[in-house]
Every structure is written in C-alpha cells, then in structure tokens.
C-alpha cells in the first residue's frame, strides 16, 4: 500500500466551477498536511499547509483535513484556466523527517 | 521565486560520467532537503541536512549518490558513473526548523538526461 494516495486523474472541470481534490494517507502519526501545485516543466509550489481537523480557507482554496479517516482534500473554488496543473499532496512523516508525496492529480480546467 | 536556488537548472551527461548539483536554500533556513521526480510521480525524498549535519539518508540513495553541506549554508549533490536510470528531475527544498518547521520550499530544480 502506498503510503500517500492521491487519484492521478486527469480531473476536468469547467471554468468557474469548484474543483475537489482528494488524498489518503497511511502513516496514523503524520501532524502536517500540504498541497503543491505543479505547473508543467516547473517545480512544486506550496499553496497550502494543514495541521488539525476540519477547514483551512486562504482564498479560493479550501484544505480540509480528517485524521480519524487519514484524508485530506483540497477544493478550488471559481476554478479559472491558470488552476491548470498538478497537485500534489504531501505528508510530513515525522519517524523520517521527510515529506511524503503522492503521485499528483492533474486538473485540467476548462473555459 | 521561492528564494531557493539550483544549479545547473539543465545537464546533459554521458553514462559512466559524474555530475554534480548545486543547491543554495533561502539564507535564514536550516534544513536542506534533497528529493528527486520522474515523470507523472510525485517527488522522492533523497536525504536532508540540519544546518551541516546529514541526519537521514533514503535507500534510493546508493552508493553512487553523495551530499554535502559543508558549512550549513549551500549543499551538493554529486552522483558518479551516471546511469540512464539517473534520469530525472533533482529537487531541493528548504525549511526554517523554528517556524513552520514542516512547510518546504523548492527550488526550480535541475533537469538530468543521461544519454
């Protein structure tokens, strides 16, 4: 089982709609949650970071985090064309002291 | 620009030839991640330093996979007789380990092909 899991997608949305990205993890000890988008050829960025349960807004974006069913989503609301890219949720394993990462949705936005 | 820099951003080497990266992090951060993507995955963890010290090494990184960080402030990451395996992109990211001490920062990465 891998240990972060993220649907690669592609996911396709229509301009203006609400973008909903999901990640499961498997580590119980995990504390810190992030999303990274990913524009193609470019490095990741972090966009947002989660640290207890319930709802993180900044923004368009919305990170919502539940530790009892280890998920954590991220939401793009009024999705525009330049939301196009990869996200990728990461997980900071606290054994290892290293970021854990799943394989990326790719979300393409549609005008 | 996340403030984080690496060098070459490009490098195209032979097999069997050695390479190596350079990372300089944001100036105030002390740790120094080095991970590395291929194509549609997400990126691997390498290794990270705490200011100079080397504190976890990754099984990816073989005995041909060496880092430094000799003085706490830029690392390197060398790999010697490069294998077409080694294709991929290099990535480094830093954290400041006294606020937010888990949020990273990439640099824009160094693409190697091994021809």
């Known amino acids: 089982q891998k240990e972060v899991e993220q649907n690669s997608g592609p996911l396709s949305v229509p301009e203006g709609a609400i973008a909903s990205l999901n990640c499961t993890y498997s580590?119980?000890?995990?504390?810190?949650f992030f999303w990274y988008r990913q524009y193609s050829g470019k490095s990741p960025e972090l966009i947002m970071s989660?640290?207890?349960?319930g709802d993180k807004e900044d923004g368009r974006f919305t990170a919502q985090l539940n530790k009892a069913s280890q998920y954590v989503s991220l939401l793009i609301r009024d999705s525009q064309p330049s939301d196009s890219a990869t996200y990728l949720c990461?997980?900071?394993?606290?054994?290892?002291?290293?970021?854990?990462f799943g394989q990326g949705t790719r979300l393409t936005i549609n005008p | 620009d996340t403030g984080v820099s690496q060098d070459p951003r490009h490098k195209i080497t032979k097999r069997g030839q050695n390479v190596t990266f350079r990372c300089d992090p944001i100036?105030?951060?002390?740790?120094l991640y080095w991970y590395r993507q291929t194509l549609g995955q997400g990126p691997e963890f390498l290794t990270y330093f705490q200011n100079e010290a080397q504190l976890e090494k990754s099984r990816l990184l073989s005995d041909r996979f060496s880092a430094e960080r000799p003085k706490g402030s830029f690392s390197t990451l060398e790999i010697q007789r490069t294998e077409q395996g080694d294709s991929a992109m290099y990535l480094c990211?830093?954290?400041?380990?006294?606020?937010?001490?888990?949020?990273?920062?990439f640099g824009p990465g160094t693409r190697l092909t091994v021809t």
């Open positions: 990461a997980v900071f394993w606290l054994g290892a002291q290293k970021l854990v």
């Open positions: 100036s105030e951060h002390n740790r």
């Open positions: 989660i640290y207890s349960n």
């Open positions: 580590d119980r000890v995990s504390q810190s």
């Open positions: 990211a830093s954290s400041l380990w006294t606020s937010s001490p888990y949020e990273q920062y």
